[in-house]
């Protein structure tokens, strides 16, 4: 049973007050987090009451208490997931000792820069969405992004307890680090590239919900195989919040799809301009977006061949997502075959499978996603419409790894650098996709049995209530 305490100031289940030393640290850290939070967290809604969840233990009944809070006093708190009782290493070189509690000195490098590339893109998360609210189609949506926001903002909480409790004072510098960088700053940008791409409208958000979300799925899930057993109990309880932000991102699109293909049927038209002019998202622009967030998306896992993941493997840092499910858990032996584009073409190259390992984790990314893909699918059927959306070759706009830089195009061939800059506004969203997009997007729907036009409402609301409930009470 974790013991959770939640009187203080800040609510944890680590057992927080008997170490003071670190108590008193993080309660320096506090104001920082929170001067930043009133800067870069949503613009213009930080005295609204928002329906949110808050984490307040790790057992099932606890981790989601309903309820109107104003953002900033929402209680950001420390969780672990329970201990594992004799837990021992499942992978690599060091499989079946017993996992650490304290950080190996050999590996403190290695871990503490896992830990702040996951802590960098929680901030910068809610820094690329602050302004949405400004544009939402609904208070059930601003309510959904907020909660998404607040909860990134926990789960770099969760990296700097880490930094904070493990790694001494360059821990703590980190802790301070990732409250200045800034996502597409040019002088102190966020570290991971998707992380720096601007968010400034609904269709970009749902698809970085769905996809870049999804990548941070996927690492939590390599991490809490982790070695380390702060860093595996910590990213297990994130995983819990982390399948709420796909759910936004997912039924987002789906209930877009839904609508544009409604008003395609009923209006009989199918050409972008007039279903422009009805007011709805066209099928190509979303496919557009959805191209543009996968490609970046698809970067975040790294190179294709890398020695670092060899290594963080063989140590036992980070493991392959749900770890279980292989049969060899020292990954020695064995390829993974990759195709990578030289002189001119294509050759098939076999990879040992321990550098390989990045590659492995996008496989299971990808499948994922198609899931996602399918489901939005089946809805565009439903209305009798004949349009499907496609994940483009996961070659296809890559800034990372074998294909970085490559002309490659939606199926995955090398084309001529001018040919891709001819089609390039047919994969990618062009200025008057982007400023059509905005067009629809300039003014928030606050009222509660209000939807905007461009999408459908959802089937059902949040822990029980209506669509229509007022899950933001705006500050009068
Ligand atoms: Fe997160
Ligand atoms: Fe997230």
């Not at 958000?205 to 996927?218: I, Q």
């Not at 399918?374 to 990372?400: E, M």
Request: hydrophobic share 35%; aromatic share 10%.
């Amino acid at each position: 049973m974790s013991n959770v305490i939640n009187s203080e100031r800040i609510p944890n289940n680590v057992g927080l007050s008997e170490d003071k030393r670190l108590q008193r640290a993080l309660e320096e850290w506090q104001p920082n987090y929170l001067k930043w939070w009133n800067e870069m967290g949503p613009e213009g809604f930080q005295r609204d009451q928002i329906f949110l969840r808050t984490a307040i233990s790790v057992d099932s009944d606890g981790w989601a208490n309903f309820g109107h809070v104003k953002m900033p006093d929402y209680r950001w708190g420390i969780f672990l997931a329970d201990a594992v009782k004799d837990r021992t290493i499942g992978f690599g070189d060091n499989m079946g000792q017993p996992v650490w509690q304290q950080v190996p000195g050999e590996h403190r490098n290695s871990l503490r820069r896992l830990i702040v590339t996951q802590g960098d893109t929680e901030p910068a998360s809610v820094e690329q969405q602050r302004l949405l609210g400004h544009s939402c189609p609904s208070l059930y949506d601003l309510r959904n992004l907020f909660q998404v926001n607040v909860e990134e903002g926990r789960h770099l909480w969760a990296m700097v307890y880490l930094l904070h409790s493990h790694f001494g004072r360059d821990g703590r510098e980190e802790a301070e680090a990732l409250l200045e960088r800034r996502s597409g700053d040019v002088d102190k940008p966020r570290i991971l590239g998707a992380f720096n791409e601007p968010c400034t409208d609904w269709l970009s958000f749902f698809m970085f919900t769905f996809f870049t979300d999804r990548d941070g799925k996927f690492q939590l899930l390599a991490l809490a195989e982790s070695a380390f057993d702060p860093l595996s109990r910590t990213t297990r309880f994130m995983l819990t919040e982390e399948a709420h932000h796909m759910f936004v991102g997912e039924t987002g699109i789906l209930r877009m799809c839904d609508r544009t293909a409604q008003v395609m049927k009923e209006s009989g038209k199918d050409h972008p301009d007039d279903l422009r002019k009805l007011g709805v998202i066209d099928f190509g622009t979303m496919q557009r977006y959805l191209n543009l967030w996968y490609s970046l998306s698809l970067d975040l896992f790294g190179s294709e061949v890398s020695s670092n993941a060899a290594s963080f493997f063989a140590n036992g840092l980070k493991g392959r997502a749900k770890e279980d499910q292989y049969e060899d858990h020292r990954a020695l032996e064995g390829f993974y075959t990759i195709d990578r584009f030289n002189e001119g073409r294509w050759s098939k190259d076999d990879i040992p499978l321990r550098n390989a390992l990045n590659e492995v984790l996008r496989d299971a990314y990808v499948e994922d996603c198609q899931r996602g893909v399918d489901k939005w699918n089946r809805t565009i059927a439903a209305h009798g419409v004949s349009v499907v959306l496609k994940l483009p070759s996961r070659k296809f706009h890559r800034h990372v790894g074998a294909n970085a830089n490559l002309p490659i195009d939606v199926a995955g061939n090398v084309i001529a650098t001018g040919s891709f800059s001819a089609k390039r506004d047919e994969w990618l969203p062009s200025e008057s996709d982007k400023a059509f997009v905005q067009s629809l997007m300039t003014a928030p729907v606050f009222d509660p049995k209000q939807m905007a036009n461009w999408i459908s409402p959802p089937k059902q609301g949040i822990k029980g209530r209506p669509v229509d409930f007022e899950y933001v009470r705006r500050d009068a």
